[in-house]
């Protein structure tokens, strides 16, 4: 399945992004799909951020966000979403979402990667 991410910008601290990603139409996803968000930041690996089930809703988010993020998603319009609030100037990163077979932290887990969005948080 292809993955093309959207919705990042430049925010003040404090402030709030919502960045989405569309599955294609044409890719097949599985009932035991995963889809993830990362980042990544200059110099830096490319981090968990939030996961959740294709079916089930079944979420986790990294330690690092948890509170201030939230996943979500449409399977009708086959579509992922990451609602970002209270941001911080260390969220700055290009954010990723992914499609995998696992339920799992790692990205090498992941097999079908969106392009990335820019997110910057300026102090």
């Known amino acids: 399945v292809q993955l093309q991410a959207s919705g990042g910008g430049l925010v003040e601290a404090g402030g709030s992004l919502n960045v989405s990603c569309a599955a294609s139409?044409?890719?097949?996803?599985?009932?035991?799909?995963?889809m993830g968000w990362f980042r990544q930041a200059p110099g830096r690996e490319r981090e968990f951020v939030a996961r959740?089930?294709?079916?089930?809703?079944?979420?986790f988010i990294a330690d690092s966000v948890k509170g201030r993020f939230t996943i979500s998603k449409d399977n009708a319009i086959r579509t992922l979403y990451l609602q970002m609030n209270s941001l911080k100037p260390e969220d700055t990163a290009v954010y990723y979402c992914?499609?995998?077979?696992?339920?799992?932290?790692?990205?090498?887990?992941?097999?079908?990667w969106g392009q990335g969005t820019q997110v910057t948080v300026s102090s």
């Open positions: 959740i089930s294709w079916i089930g809703s079944r979420q």
């Open positions: 992914a499609t995998g077979r696992y339920y799992s932290t790692d990205p090498r887990d992941y097999n079908s």
């Open positions: 139409a044409s890719g097949r996803i599985f009932s035991s799909t995963v």
